[in-house]
């Protein structure tokens, strides 16, 4: 079992930087995949970004490409994503997600843990 408890989400300017943290419980973090997810108002939660168990490959959205970075300390159970040049599209609830894998994984369907979700808004 994996608990996921994530922070760091609030008001920011249209291009400011926000860094979002997941903090997780459990033996089996540093084996399993992670990823954050996005669901703004009246839209479907989508991929952002995912890491595999060892920080050593992510994969990124077409639509955070470049603007944010994931992360991940094992020794402290935390993923992070930074996130830089923010867009007022990027408003939405931020989840972090487990998955019971060691390699990356893309569709909600495949993380079978879920965090709380932290709010970020963008203002133009």
């Known amino acids: 079992q994996v608990q996921l408890v994530e922070s760091g989400g609030g008001l920011v300017q249209a291009g400011g930087s926000l860094r979002l943290s997941c903090a997780a419980s459990g033996r089996a973090f540093s084996l399993s995949a992670m990823g954050w997810f996005r669901q703004a108002p009246g839209k479907e939660r989508e991929f952002v970004a995912t890491i595999n168990w060892s920080g050593a490959r992510t994969a990124y959205a077409d639509s955070v490409k470049g603007r944010f970075t994931i992360s991940r300390d094992n020794a402290n159970n935390t993923v992070y994503v930074q996130m830089n040049s923010l867009k007022p599209e990027d408003t939405a609830v931020y989840y972090c997600?487990?998955?019971?894998?060691?390699?990356?994984?893309?569709?909600?369907?495949?993380?079978?843990?879920w965090g709380q979700g932290t709010q970020v808004t963008v203002s133009s």
């Open positions: 997600a487990a998955a019971r894998t060691w390699l990356l994984r893309f569709g909600l369907e495949e993380y079978d843990y």
